[in-house]
């Protein structure tokens, strides 16, 4: 793994300087439009690069026709977001038409495999710079050399290491919540998955370099701060300094304020005992738990490479509803990985059943070039496989409807963070500790306040409440 020289990022502060002069001729700053396919990670990296682009002198603008520059993060989880993402730029290249100074960028997970770079370079002649994750902290870079007249710019760089940037800007999205990175990469190889092979391995940042950022988003307001990671739960093994995610979270709890830490994504290889008993005992941790078990079949764990059964993983949750009976429980699901039989499948099915989970993420598996479960023999047509994955979605409605419902008449902290969709009795929306969707009313609700809703009914995607 390599840390970026501070000279390093001083010369990207450079570009940036040069790109903000030459974008002062202008009468008016020149927008700039960031889009976002994926994961929280990818989220976080929008607004290192945002906050590139605002350095450069670009305002920020929702509206794609208005920009001067372009830039599409893309996500390779799944082939169906690869399919929506060139769907997109083949409309914004449009753009060029009535605008030629336009400036179009892809980055992110989709553009790090080499299949990908080979069609954008043979069909998207109007993409003027594709750069991979690994070369994220180089924009200023790679736009500065191509609004200089430089030819279309491919930058995707080694994908089996991994780097760290530290030090380049960020734009936060408005209101009172905040994404911080704490370590990028993994290391699991999932076969299914092609994380491993876009973002590299695993890397953490420094703690005290988490701390700092920690300290100063909590002094400038922000009350619901996410820990990110692809497996938050193996923080730490690659720094010299003995220090876990249980040690790094309780660090990061003593910070005194008022505000609330989350973190995401929890490998059960790797979750224990003492994560779950720092959560309880800690301050400003909430008590939510994203713990991904995937299938439920141990003969699909296995081919998975998850290096856990499903009977360590119904351990684990017993452990963690021990140490905080209000856990708020959420999970990852593929249905029809190759082989997956009916019987696998009910015992997924089961788990869904048993655990109770208050929140599910479920996916039809999507075959990844490159993975090992890509060659993996197949034998469930898509009729049977959608057939399974619509009784998984039946089956937690039914689950989801009792668990919402068992919060009528009880009293919740909630933190208020926006406003409800739509004019409605409940114009206030904010999240439970445990991450749950309230809409509430109550006498002069700001975004950012802590306050005590009491729950009146419940629908399968909200709870709804006043302020006692
Ligand atoms: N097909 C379907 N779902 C996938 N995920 C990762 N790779 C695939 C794939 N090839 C899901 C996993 C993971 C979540 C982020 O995306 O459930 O936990
Ligand atoms: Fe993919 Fe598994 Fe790594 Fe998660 S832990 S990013 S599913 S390889």
Same mark, same amino acid.
């Given at each position: 793994?390599?840390?970026?020289?501070?000279?390093?990022?001083?010369?990207?502060?450079?570009?940036?300087?040069?790109?903000?002069?030459?974008?002062?001729?202008?009468?008016?700053?020149?927008?700039?439009?960031?889009?976002?396919?994926?994961?929280?990670?990818?989220?976080? *990296?929008?607004?290192?690069?945002?906050?590139?682009?605002?350095?450069?002198?670009?305002?920020?603008?929702?509206?794609?026709?208005?920009?001067?520059?372009?830039?599409?993060?893309?996500?390779?989880?799944?082939?169906?977001?690869?399919?929506?993402?060139?769907?997109?730029?083949?409309?914004?290249?449009?753009?060029?038409?009535?605008?030629?100074?336009?400036?179009?960028?892809?980055?992110?997970?989709?553009?790090?495999?080499?299949?990908?770079?080979?069609?954008?370079?043979?069909?998207?002649?109007?993409?003027?710079?594709?750069?991979?994750?690994?070369?994220?902290?180089?924009?200023?870079? #790679?736009?500065?050399?191509?609004?200089?007249?430089?030819? =279309?710019? %491919?930058?995707?760089?080694?994908?089996?290491?991994?780097?760290?940037?530290?030090? #380049?800007?960020?734009? =936060?999205?408005?209101?009172?919540?905040?994404? $911080?990175?704490?370590?990028?990469?993994?290391?699991?190889?999932?076969?299914?998955?092609?994380?491993?092979?876009?973002?590299?391995?695993?890397?953490?940042?420094?703690?005290?370099?988490?701390?700092?950022?920690?300290?100063? $988003?909590?002094?400038?307001?922000?009350?619901?701060?996410?820990?990110?990671?692809?497996?938050?739960?193996?923080?730490?093994?690659? #720094?010299?300094?003995?220090?876990?995610? /249980? *040690?790094?979270?309780?660090?990061?709890?003593?910070?005194? !304020? &008022?505000?609330?830490?989350?973190?995401?994504?929890?490998?059960?290889?790797?979750? /224990?005992?003492?994560?779950?008993?720092?959560?309880?005992?800690?301050?400003?941790?909430?008590?939510?738990?994203?713990?991904?078990?995937?299938?439920? /079949?141990?003969?699909?764990?296995?081919?998975?490479?998850?290096?856990?059964?499903?009977?360590?993983?119904?351990?684990?949750?017993?452990?963690?509803?021990?140490?905080?009976?209000?856990?708020?429980?959420? /999970? *990852?699901?593929?249905?029809? %990985?190759?082989?997956? +039989?009916?019987?696998? %499948?009910?015992? +997924?099915?089961?788990?869904?059943?048993?655990?109770?989970?208050?929140?599910?993420?479920?996916?039809?598996?999507?075959?990844?070039?490159?993975?090992?479960?890509?060659?993996?023999?197949?034998?469930?047509?898509?009729?049977?496989?959608?057939? =399974?994955?619509?009784?998984?979605?039946? +089956?937690?409605?039914?689950?989801?409807?009792?668990?919402?419902?068992?919060?009528?008449?009880?009293?919740?902290?909630?933190?208020?963070?926006?406003?409800?969709?739509?004019?409605?009795?409940?114009?206030?929306?904010?999240?439970?500790?445990?991450?749950?969707?309230?809409?509430?009313? !109550?006498?002069?609700?700001?975004?950012? &306040?802590?306050?005590?809703?009491?729950?009146?009914?419940?629908?399968?995607?909200? $709870?709804?409440?006043?302020?006692?």
């Amino acid at each position: 793994m390599q840390r970026i020289s501070q000279q390093q990022i001083n010369q990207q502060w450079e570009n940036i300087e040069q790109v903000r002069r030459m974008n002062e001729v202008y009468p008016e700053p020149p927008r700039a439009f960031c889009q976002t396919f994926g994961c929280q990670q990818n989220e976080a *990296d929008t607004e290192r690069i945002a906050g590139m682009l605002k350095e450069m002198g670009y305002e920020p603008t929702e509206e794609p026709a208005e920009a001067s520059v372009i830039v599409v993060n893309t996500c390779a989880v799944r082939e169906h977001a690869e399919k929506r993402v060139l769907g997109i730029i083949g409309r914004y290249t449009h753009l060029k038409e009535t605008n030629p100074e336009l400036t179009i960028c892809m980055c992110g997970c989709m553009v790090q495999q080499e299949h990908i770079t080979e069609k954008i370079k043979k069909s998207y002649p109007r993409v003027d710079i594709v750069f991979g994750t690994h070369a994220l902290w180089r924009f200023p870079e #790679l736009l500065l050399r191509r609004l200089g007249g430089s030819k =279309r710019l %491919f930058e995707i760089g080694g994908s089996d290491e991994g780097e760290i940037a530290e030090g #380049l800007p960020v734009l =936060r999205g408005k209101g009172c919540h905040a994404w $911080l990175s704490i370590m990028y990469g993994c290391n699991n190889f999932c076969s299914y998955c092609i994380v491993p092979y876009v973002r590299g391995r695993e890397r953490s940042r420094l703690p005290e370099v988490i701390e700092q950022e920690m300290r100063e $988003l909590v002094a400038e307001g922000y009350k619901d701060i996410t820990l990110l990671g692809q497996n938050v739960n193996s923080y730490g093994k690659d #720094l010299d300094e003995p220090i876990d995610f /249980s *040690d790094l979270l309780a660090r990061l709890d003593a910070i005194p !304020g &008022d505000y609330r830490i989350r973190f995401m994504t929890s490998h059960p290889k790797d979750a /224990s005992a003492k994560l779950f008993r720092t959560m309880a005992n800690g301050t400003h941790i909430s008590h939510q738990l994203h713990l991904p078990f995937q299938s439920g /079949s141990d003969e699909i764990l296995k081919r998975m490479n998850r290096k856990y059964d499903s009977a360590q993983y119904r351990a684990l949750i017993a452990e963690a509803r021990e140490a905080m009976p209000d856990v708020v429980l959420s /999970s *990852d699901i593929i249905v029809g %990985f190759p082989g997956e +039989t009916e019987e696998d %499948f009910l015992q +997924t099915l089961r788990m869904v059943e048993d655990v109770e989970y208050d929140l599910l993420y479920t996916f039809l598996y999507s075959k990844r070039t490159g993975t090992p479960a890509a060659t993996m023999p197949d034998s469930a047509t898509q009729e049977e496989k959608q057939e =399974r994955f619509d009784r998984l979605l039946k +089956t937690q409605e039914r689950i989801i409807e009792r668990r919402q419902n068992a919060y009528v008449g009880k009293t919740v902290r909630v933190l208020i963070d926006g406003t409800g969709k739509q004019p409605s009795d409940y114009p206030m929306a904010g999240r439970t500790d445990g991450g749950l969707l309230v809409l509430c009313r !109550g006498n002069n609700l700001n975004i950012g &306040d802590f306050v005590e809703i009491n729950i009146e009914k419940a629908s399968l995607r909200a $709870l709804f409440g006043t302020q006692v």
